[in-house]
């Protein structure tokens, strides 16, 4: 892979000016003792050298504290690690890897234009096991060809306790996009089935659409994301969720009357939403994109994403949060899909059920367009 060595440079430098500015702004008001969890992700960060790395890390502990309370991820490519390099990551800090195997099969590796085969990618789950990471693996499914019950036992049964599943996206103007690769829809609900199936079986247990984990395995920084805490994040495109100046340092769930109007008339803010430019504009120190989160924004959001995970929204903090009645607002559209078998509401959730994860986005946007 072609490394341009100044992008680089430059890339640190201004990760190292957002963290500490980031960290002077925020740190004593909703993360005043350092963070529960880091996650080095988005760009496949492992390319980076350990010297860059280890940079990165400096940056962390001199601002947020290092490594996370809790969970310390970073995202890897098969080929950029081996047994020796596994114990430089974990002497910086990293006790979890997330691999981006996307399948076993050589075909389908090189159909999706990666450079690993798939025994290279079995072996490099198998090291991270080894050296005693917490070790979460990614594949891809849905794909014309891919014999998906072998990429399900291969990867299964190395005793990964983390798998993410994930059908292949068409997206607008990309390579595949361009070369006229279409979704077989058919294959998609196929493997939908066929993965919750075979995964049970190994004691990997569906607890997000996506995402399966042996008792105790799941990832504890994507749940911050679905159920609607805040978070901070660095780099180029990089979104955060964060309290607006209003209400710093009160907290997610804290009393009714931290984000309930007393009077009548709008009620206040639940935080902010701040989205980096692309990395030309984030090079040259554009201002972040800001949108305001109310009460509406985070009560829609929140189902959208608490929705996708087996344990489902927790009705009374969302409630307390945004001031909104939840259960009273939505009464009419929660019955109906109650009654058609989509959710179920167990005191103090709300959650789809399995036939209702089949129907997600039909179940959200009928909340929004109820709304």
Not at 104 to 115: A, I, P, Y
Not at 132 to 144: K, Q
Not at 189 to 212: F, M, Q, W
Not at 265 to 292: C, D, M, Y
Request: hydrophobic letters at 35%; glycine letters at 10%.
């Amino acid at each position: 892979m072609h490394r341009n060595e100044a992008l680089v440079a430059a890339y640190l430098d201004r990760l190292d000016e957002e963290a500490t500015a980031l960290h002077r702004e925020f740190s004593g008001h909703e993360f005043p003792s350092g963070l529960d969890t880091v996650y080095f992700g988005g760009g496949t960060p492992s390319h980076l050298s350990d010297k860059e790395l280890a940079r990165v890390v400096t940056t962390l502990e001199k601002t947020w504290g290092w490594p996370a309370r809790e969970e310390t991820t970073l995202e890897a490519d098969p080929l950029t690690f081996d047994r020796a390099r596994l114990q430089t990551f974990k002497a910086l800090g990293f006790n979890r890897l997330s691999i981006g195997l996307q399948s076993t099969q050589d075909g389908v590796l090189s159909f999706l234009g990666r450079l690993h085969s798939g025994k290279q990618g079995l072996e490099a789950v198998e090291m991270a096991l080894d050296a005693g990471f917490e070790v979460s693996a990614d594949l891809i499914t849905g794909i014309r060809g891919q014999v998906t019950e072998q990429d399900l036992n291969a990867l299964a049964g190395t005793g990964v306790p983390h798998i993410s599943v994930y059908n292949l996206t068409i997206e607008p103007y990309t390579p595949f996009a361009r070369r006229g690769v279409k979704v077989d829809e058919d294959k998609e609900a196929d493997d939908y089935d066929l993965t919750n199936e075979i995964l049970n079986s190994y004691g990997l247990n569906r607890y997000e659409v996506s995402s399966h984990a042996k008792r105790g395995h799941e990832s504890k920084h994507n749940q911050v994301y679905w159920h609607g805490d805040y978070f901070l994040a660095l780099g180029p495109s990089a979104a955060s969720f964060l309290p607006s100046a209003g209400i710093r340092g009160q907290g997610l769930g804290a009393s009714s009357s931290t984000f309930c109007s007393p009077t009548p008339g709008p009620r206040p803010l639940v935080g902010e939403r701040r989205t980096n430019g692309p990395i030309k504009a984030w090079l040259e120190h554009s201002s972040p994109e800001i949108l305001p989160v109310s009460p509406d924004d985070y009560v829609l959001d929140l189902l959208m994403t608490g929705l996708r995970t087996r344990r489902g929204v927790h009705v009374e903090r969302a409630e307390r949060t945004s001031g909104i009645q939840l259960l009273e607002r939505f009464a009419l559209l929660i019955e109906r899909y109650k009654a058609e078998g989509l959710l179920e509401l167990t005191p103090p959730y709300l959650r789809a059920t399995e036939k209702g994860l089949l129907h997600l986005n039909t179940i959200v946007q009928g909340f929004f367009d109820f709304s």
